[in-house]
């Protein structure tokens, strides 16, 4: 079982910055690819972006691309998400995931493509 656990959530201006991060457990952390979802009040579970487990290939939804940056460590077993120019819309629980995959430049951006998944961390953007 894998374990995931985000940090780094809070309250921003719009047009501010906050870097997410997702420390895991698992040993195999670079066998997994990892991604970033978001849910909103109201709203279905959707996707933000992607990482393969090479950290070669990055996916982005259109409504964070240019703005969102997803990295990863290998080394310390982490996944970052940094959000720059943040927008209102962009308030919402952010969750970490986590897919076991034996492909080097795997990017999943389906929900139900990821195994593991983190608890969630607010993002609360105000105008």
């Known amino acids: 079982q894998v374990q995931l656990v985000e940090s780094g959530g809070g309250l921003v201006q719009a047009g501010g910055s906050l870097r997410l991060s997702c420390a895991t457990s698992?040993?195999?952390?670079?066998?997994?690819?990892m991604g970033w979802f978001r849910q909103a009040p109201g709203k279905e579970r959707e996707f933000v972006a992607t990482?393969?487990?090479?950290?070669?290939?990055?996916y982005y939804a259109d409504s964070v691309k240019g703005r969102f940056t997803i990295s990863r460590d290998n080394a310390k077993n982490t996944v970052y998400l940094q959000m720059n120019s943040l927008k209102p819309e962009d308030t919402a629980v952010y969750y970490c995931?986590?897919?076991?995959?034996?492909?080097?430049?795997?990017?999943?951006?389906?929900?139900?493509?990821?195994?593991?998944w983190g608890q969630g961390t607010q993002i609360t953007v105000s105008s």
């Open positions: 990482i393969s487990p090479s950290g070669g290939s990055t």
């Open positions: 698992t040993r195999t952390f670079s066998s997994h690819a």
């Open positions: 995931a986590a897919a076991n995959t034996g492909r080097w430049l795997y990017t999943p951006r389906g929900s139900d493509e990821y195994h593991y």
